[in-house]
């Protein structure tokens, strides 16, 4: 199946090693990790080998700026551990905030995964604390479910969350 994403003004395509620069510019940004649930990157072979370990299933996207393929972000859409349901996610470089691009990549995968793989039924969350997320996940159309929580995978940090719902017919 083709993993290849045409937006207005992105291409989304899965990350290649080449890419690793890129993806490092925001990967080792503390406040784009701020509530991110992976740890800060340090070097670029630790992105590399994130790179190389991402398989097929986790359908991870390299948002690429159409204009001059730079890579701005990236994002997913993979099933969730506890139900059908997709998951939402994304990250962009800070210098691209603020110009719609997330919500056009999000737009573009749930797009993709409904028409691609049959997905009808979609979860976000985001950090309280961080309501630029909460808009993108609204902009898509997703409905507020429940209130939660989300930890970092070491265990540092638990955030207060809002959980949403996106249900396609
Ligand atoms: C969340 C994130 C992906 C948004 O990217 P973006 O391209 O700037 O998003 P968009 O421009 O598509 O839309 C963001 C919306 O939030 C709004 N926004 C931006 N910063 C905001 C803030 N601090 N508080 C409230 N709203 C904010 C924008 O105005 C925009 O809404 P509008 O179109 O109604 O004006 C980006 O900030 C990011 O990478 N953050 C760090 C990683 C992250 O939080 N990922 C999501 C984890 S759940």
């Not at 994002?75 to 691209?96: C, E, F, K, M």
């Not at 902009?139 to 719902?165: I, L, M, P, V």
Request: glycine content about 8%; proline content about 3%; some cysteine.
């Amino acid at each position: 199946m083709e993993k290849i994403i045409r937006t207005e003004r992105l291409l989304l395509r899965p990350l290649v090693q080449s890419d690793a620069e890129d993806v490092f510019e925001w990967v080792s940004d503390p406040v784009v990790n701020r509530y991110l649930p992976y740890s800060l990157y340090k070097n670029i072979p630790q992105v590399e080998a994130w790179i190389a370990s991402l398989k097929d299933e986790e359908n991870v996207f390299a948002f690429c700026l159409k204009d001059t393929g730079k890579v701005i972000g990236s994002g997913d859409v993979s099933q969730n551990r506890t139900d059908s349901a997709y998951g939402l996610g994304y990250n962009l470089n800070r210098a691209y905030w603020g110009k719609g691009y997330a919500t056009e990549a999000a737009k573009a995968m749930i797009q993709w995964a409904y028409t691609s793989l049959g997905v009808r039924d979609f979860t976000a969350q985001h950090a309280n604390a961080n309501p630029a997320s909460g808009n993108v996940i609204r902009k898509c159309g997703f409905q507020f479910d429940h209130y939660g929580q989300c930890s970092r995978f070491d265990g540092s940090e638990t955030f207060e969350a809002s959980c949403y719902t996106l249900h396609l017919l």
